[in-house]
C-alpha cells in the first residue's frame, strides 16, 4: 500500500487542457500499475488510463484515447494526465489508483487511492 495523492483539477472551458499529477509515498517501479480513474454524479466508476511504470506501457479507454495521455516519472515518483480538448461530458472528480501485484491487478483489486481532484469543463 502506498499513499497517493492528486493536485491538477480545477475549472477549465471547452477546449481546454489540464494536466493531473499522483504523486506516490513510495517508489512507482515497486508497483505494478498505476491508473486514473473518474467518477460524475450519478455514474460508475470508469477507468480512463492506465499505466505500467517499469515498461512505460499504457492503455486507454476508447473514449479519451487521441485526447488524453498518461505518463509517468519514476525519478519523482508521480504518474501524470495530460488531458487536451477537454469536453464538458468529462467532468468528474479524477483519482488515481496502484496495483501492487500482477495478481492484484487481474482482480482489479486497486490496493491504494488517493483522495481524488475535481475536474470541471465548463461549456
Known amino acids: 500500500q502506498v499513499r497517493l495523492v492528486e493536485s491538477g483539477g480545477g475549472l477549465v472551458q471547452a477546449g481546454g487542457s489540464l494536466r493531473l499529477s499522483c504523486s506516490s509515498s513510495?517508489?512507482?517501479?515497486?508497483?505494478?500499475?498505476l491508473a486514473w480513474f473518474r467518477q460524475a454524479p450519478g455514474d460508475e466508476r470508469q477507468e480512463v488510463a492506465t499505466?505500467?511504470?517499469?515498461?512505460?506501457?499504457?492503455d486507454y479507454a476508447a473514449a479519451v484515447k487521441g485526447r488524453f495521455t498518461i505518463s509517468r516519472d519514476n525519478a519523482k515518483n508521480t504518474v501524470y494526465l495530460q488531458m487536451n480538448s477537454l469536453k464538458p461530458e468529462v467532468s468528474a472528480v479524477y483519482s488515481c489508483?496502484?496495483?501492487?501485484?500482477?495478481?492484484?491487478?487481474?482482480?482489479?483489486?486497486?490496493?491504494?487511492w488517493g483522495q481524488g481532484t475535481q475536474v470541471t469543463v465548463s461549456s
Open positions: 499505466i505500467w511504470p517499469n515498461t512505460g506501457g499504457t
Open positions: 489508483a496502484a496495483a501492487a501485484s500482477l495478481e492484484s491487478y487481474l482482480s482489479s483489486a486497486w490496493g491504494s
Open positions: 513510495g517508489r512507482t517501479v515497486d508497483l505494478y500499475a
